[in-house]
């Protein structure tokens, strides 16, 4: 187990994250006070969505080139330059410039979602769960520095709101460039290889197992996507909620989403990956539910809350089921083919929420989610009694015996 690439990659994921919820926190809010119509407040979210989208295969291509330290660095001063960008469009009050500003964030963010592969490499096969897990951790403290930046940092510099909030986010990627230069190389999986050869792409995605493991990052992604990012529009433009208030939503709801991988690991290992990934399906539902039922404070702090918990069992369950489906041969290929249509996903349901939320309203986008997590709930028992899980059970059990 190589400690020194688990301990990079929590702090690394500690800055990323509190980078990103900066920009969720912050995106529609800003954006709907540099755009006449309010319906396009969430483009620069959306934007940067479909930037992650559009960038997960050539960042697959680049580190396979380059390798994962190289690549991750060079991301991390994207984003560097990305909120140097942001200053610039909030003190020319330009919506196009933040847009921009926010398609160089999801060039980087495109790398950021690939720290759990890197942690997936860096250990022995049966603790893939807890690695994949650990790394995610690091979100917690993105969770309390996230919302204080977005806060906080609004009056630092006087002339230019949220200015200093983005420059301290430089300072921090900046630092993250630099952490990422002392990554070691990934650990050979070879005692699990037992096929050598590449199967083809075809091959590896018509696996009934890939399929779920991809539809759970993909539902659980874009689901978790659209309500997020329609969350501090209905609170707080729409309600009328304080920004102070609808930042601890957000708080909650990332603490939700990242504080589970403290057990997420161990769950898979005694329960099963499926079983867990069934599981964050009902979280999910549960937040439909609990936002069907009104628009009080707790109304949405117990749905983003159970938004996260769903979200982190499916994302970290079919990040480990997806790792059951390649060797490291092919993993750069299986990886690219996932984050393309998870992203994809997201970035449609990113460029959804403003419109969903301006045209039908709250209630509306709390029912979409529904039909689609009966779908994938019916798919994971499907897959229950696959033979490659119970064949990577028996060889994680021959392995410690």
Known sequence: MQVRNLIILVVCQLISATGSIVMVTLG????????????????????????????????????RRIGRRKGFAMSS????????????????????????????FGVNM???????????????????????SFVLIGSIGGAFAGPELATRGQYWIESIPFAGTMFALCALFLLQSVLFL??????????????????????????????????????????????MTATPLSMHINDGYS?????????????????????AGFLIEKLGVTRLMFIGALGLLATSIIGLQGHSF????????????????????????????????????????????????SATASLLAGTVMHFFGWRTLMLVPIPIL????????????????????????????
């Open 28 to 63: 529609g809010i800003i954006g709907s006070t540099l755009v006449a119509n309010k319906a396009f407040s969430t483009l620069p979210l959306s934007m940067m969505v479909v930037a992650v989208a559009a960038t997960t295969i050539p960042a697959t291509v680049i580190m």
């Open 182 to 227: 002392f990554l070691g190389a990934a650990r050979e999986h070879t005692e699990f290889e037992g096929q050598v050869s590449e199967r083809s792409l075809g091959e590896l995605v018509r696996q009934p197992l890939f399929v779920v493991a991809v539809l759970g990052g993909t539902v659980g992604f874009g689901l978790m996507t659209l309500v």
């Open 298 to 345: 707790m109304h949405y702090w117990w749905g983003l809350v159970l938004l996260g918990v769903g979200w982190n069992f499916l994302y970290v369950g079919g990040t480990t089921l997806l790792t059951y489906t390649y060797t490291m041969t092919e993993r750069f290929r299986a990886q690219a083919v996932n984050e393309f249509l998870v992203f994809g996903t």
């Open 243 to 263: 920004l102070e208030a609808t930042a601890s939503v957000i708080r909650a709801h990332v603490l939700g989403m990242y504080v589970p991988s403290l057990v």
């Open 374 to 401: 009966v779908a994938i709930c019916i798919a994971l028992v499907a897959v229950r009694k696959d033979p490659l899980l119970e064949r990577r059970a028996a060889l994680i059990q021959e392995s410690e015996s």
């Open 110 to 132: 495109a790398f950021t979602q690939q720290y759990r592969y890197a942690a997936a490499e860096s250990v022995a096969p049966r603790y893939v769960a807890r690695a994949v």
């Open 77 to 104: 001063l994207c984003a560097a330059a990305a909120v140097l960008v942001a200053v610039l469009a909030l003190s020319q009050s330009s919506f196009a410039l933040f847009v921009l500003a926010a398609m160089m």
